[in-house]
């Protein structure tokens, strides 16, 4: 009984001190601690923070993880399904809070971006804009590995017709962090500007997705020739 008081009068400070303060002053092992209070009660987090972060390397690290890999750090699988919640409460988070404002305060990009926090494999989302330059839909048309997303150009096309779009805008991740176009990339840009202008539909632009930055195939200076 006397350990655990120990361990609650430690919680109860930790949790005094995040509503006091926010995260501000905390160390990732002090954060990723106060997380594990949620799943694994009345244990000591402290040592399981330090044992993620030695083996992952850094706190989003810990987040990226494979389901897998966590539970090979002794953790378990309510744990470490709380821990995959996260970046998703985090994606779902940006999203919803960019739509509770208008649309116009805030770039394509901010609205693009947060559909792939913790997205550890290629994923293509796709934006259709209608005449006057409003949304009229967008989601992920394809998921893939982590080093490619498998491209249905003909769904892609049968959705913008769908919802009588005029322009299209594409984006997809490099969980690598390579911020440049593969050859597969531009080709399949390519083929999807003219599949799309077939049926009246402008391809504004293509991201690509590395961290939280936005990268447009359309205004590199190396391929901006082949896309005007």
């Known amino acids: ?3 655990k008081g120990l361990h609650d009068g430690h919680r109860e400070r930790v ?6 303060n926010g995260l501000d ?8 601690e106060l997380m594990l209070f949620y799943c694994i009660p009345r244990k000591d987090t402290n040592d399981m923070a330090h044992i993620l972060l030695n083996k992952f390397g850094s706190f989003s690290a810990v987040l990226d993880a494979p389901f897998e890999s966590l539970l090979d750090c002794g953790i378990s699988s309510n744990a470490a399904v709380f821990i995959k919640l996260i ?25 693009i971006l947060p559909h792939f926090i913790g997205q550890n494999e290629e994923q293509l989302f796709l934006v259709l804009l209608d005449a006057k330059g409003k949304r009229v839909f967008s989601y ?22 769908q919802h009588d779009a005029s322009c ?37 632009d293509h991201y690509i997705i590395t961290g939280m930055e936005c990268h447009s195939i359309f205004h590199m ?8």
């Open 168 to 204: 299209a805008i594409v984006a997809h991740n490099h969980p690598n962090g390579v911020n440049l176009p593969s050859k597969n990339d531009i080709d399949m840009t390519l083929r999807l500007q003219r599949a799309l202008r077939n049926v009246g539909i402008v391809l504004f």
């Open 15 to 20: 949790r005094k001190r995040f509503m006091e």
């Open 87 to 111: 970046p998703s409460l985090c994606s779902r988070y940006y999203q919803d809070s960019y739509h509770q404002k208008n649309d116009d305060s805030k770039s394509m990009e901010e609205f």
């Open 140 to 161: 992920v048309v394809s998921r893939g590995t982590k080093s490619e997303a498998s491209v249905n150009i003909q769904k892609i096309v049968q959705l913008g017709v």
């Open 221 to 228: 200076k190396k391929y901006k020739h082949l896309f005007s």
């Open 25 to 32: 002053g905390f160390f990732d092992h002090q954060v990723l």
């Open 1 to 3: 009984m006397k350990e």
